[in-house]
């Protein structure tokens, strides 16, 4: 299983690479590879201020759709568009070209909270 030490986790396996005033988010490959094969990835939360574990879209795979949920509070900046035409690029590429959105954060301190590649492996040998 793929865990990228540089990362930050959720419990709802979202990750998260902080960049300055900016995150970029995806699904991890745990997340991915419990869902199947993503066939569509929606996101119509650009330009909102979301507060931390509030729905920023949905991710549909063959047999589910699941709510994505902000990791962290912030307004959307930017989505990653190349996941219209190609959504598996979230199974094949969950931590680089499978990214879904960037935030500017509105509360650093929360970075704190999330999880590290360590926890995370925990929580995940645990479910």
């Known amino acids: 299983m793929n865990i990228p030490e540089n990362l930050k986790y959720t419990k709802d396996h979202e990750w ?4 300055g005033e900016t995150a970029t988010v995806g699904i991890t490959h745990f997340a991915q590879s419990e869902l199947g094969d993503i066939v569509y990835v929606e996101i119509e939360t650009l ?16 047999k589910t759709v699941s709510d994505l949920f902000m990791p962290i509070s912030g307004t959307v900046e930017s989505l990653n568009e190349d996941l219209e035409s190609n959504p598996e690029l979230v199974n094949s590429q969950p931590y680089t070209n499978g990214w879904m959105i960037k935030i500017k954060i509105s509360n650093p301190e929360e970075i704190n909270e999330l999880l590290d590649s360590s926890g995370y492996k925990k929580l995940i040998n645990h479910d």
């Open 47 to 62: 330009g909102e201020k979301l507060e931390r574990e509030a729905v920023f879209g949905t991710v549909e795979a063959v």
């Open 16 to 19: 998260v690479s902080i960049d």
